[in-house]
């Protein structure tokens, strides 16, 4: 069974990070009694936090309740998607892209979304296919122009940061989100100066957000900086125990020890 099959729906409530910001076949989710009402925006919003504290399983299973409550709800299907391809189901991803695009016939994110799984799955000659394709329609937005940037890094592109700068130009209210994903994607790509100068803006306009915190700590230690204790450390004060961020600090230590050892 894939793990989407194996998503089990009940929110057990107890890794909620901390963060302030803001026809087919699916049975609606039943609403237990006494507690606040839920709905697609609720689960999307649930989701968004869960995104922003780097826990990705749980922001899929919330994104998936969305489109549960509302199969016309595009964020949800967006959302289930990006999770999968995070936690890299890419086949997976692209079974439930082309589930969304039943409902929205050739969406410029879907198509976008389509193409980074594949360029993940390295099928690239069908990534830059389905990324033409969200190019060329003209309501293409944010989403498009990063899912762009992603196929082009992995042919190591220089265009990809024109399509970034494209990204950020038009962000709008999702700037810190859109330089979250800008920044983790040139991290992916090895590119940790260019991807510090995101990441720093990405915590200034999502300050809770333990995701941001690690992703800028764990450039920042790559290229030996002494702030990036500091800044894992920050992560790990949003999101206390988070395994991944202990690890990147113990790793970041080590590193300040033997450069010191070595300086000496």
């Given at each position: ?218 450039c920042q230690s ?30 970041c230590r080590k ?10």
């Amino acid at each position: 069974m894939t793990r989407f099959g194996q998503l089990e729906f009940e929110d057990d409530g107890k890794s909620t990070p901390k963060a302030t910001n803001n026809a087919g076949g699916f049975d609606k989710v039943s609403q237990p009694q006494g507690e606040p009402p839920r709905d697609a925006a609720y689960c999307y919003a649930n989701a968004m936090k869960f995104w922003l504290g780097g826990d990705f399983e749980q922001a899929l299973r919330n994104f998936s309740r969305a489109v549960e409550y509302d199969t016309t709800f595009l964020g949800g299907w967006l959302g289930q998607v990006e999770m999968l391809i995070e936690l890299g189901e890419f086949p997976e991803a692209t079974l439930w892209t082309d589930k969304a695009l039943k409902f929205f016939p050739d969406n410029p994110e879907l198509l976008a979304a389509k193409g980074v799984a594949a360029a993940c799955d390295a099928r690239m000659e069908q990534a830059f296919a389905f990324s033409d394709r969200a190019i060329e329609r003209e309501n293409a937005g944010w989403r498009v122009w990063l899912g762009r940037a992603q196929v082009l890094v992995r042919k190591k592109s220089n265009i990809a940061q024109t399509c970034i700068s494209n990204a950020v130009s038009m962000a709008g209210p999702d700037a810190g989100y859109v330089r979250l994903r800008a920044g983790r994607l040139l991290a992916a790509a090895g590119d940790y100066r260019s991807a510090i100068e995101h990441l720093a803006k990405a915590v200034d306009l999502l300050p809770t957000s333990s995701l941001a915190w690690l992703e800028l700590g764990i450039c920042q230690s790559r290229l030996g900086r002494p702030e990036a204790k500091a800044t894992i450390e920050q992560a790990l004060g949003l999101r206390p125990g988070w395994s991944r961020a202990v690890d990147e600090l113990s790793k970041c230590r080590k590193r300040g020890f033997f450069s010191r050892l070595f300086s000496r």
